[in-house]
């Protein structure tokens, strides 16, 4: 199967917020409860797993500041890792953790 985009794929995934709507009220962004539920739950493992690293930490830290949840703060770094995935096999690349820049 192939993506056009990040967002297609962290969509089949489930990872891509959606807007709930019933008649004139709206109710915000939530995680979708379709897409591919096996994906999706890799992708959760991956980003729970993640929190060891010291990037994805601070990204994680960062959405709690922002006033998210635990498990939202988990789909978005979750989501984040997607776009990862959807660059390296878009550019057939390995992975390459980034470099801390020293001031």
Not at 20 to 40: A, Q
Request: contains cysteine.
């Amino acid at each position: 199967m192939e993506f056009k985009t990040a967002g297609h794929l962290g969509s089949y995934a489930g990872l891509a917020p959606v807007t709930w709507r019933s008649g004139t009220s709206i109710r915000g962004d939530h995680s979708s409860k379709k897409g591919n539920k096996i994906l999706k739950r890799a992708f959760f493992l991956s980003a729970f797993a993640s929190l060891k690293d010291p990037v994805s930490r601070a990204y994680y830290d960062r959405k709690r500041a922002q006033g998210k949840r635990h498990n939202q703060a988990l789909i978005a770094l979750a989501r984040r890792r997607c776009d990862v995935l959807f660059a390296m096999l878009r550019d057939g690349a390995l992975y390459e953790p980034p470099t801390v820049k020293a001031a």
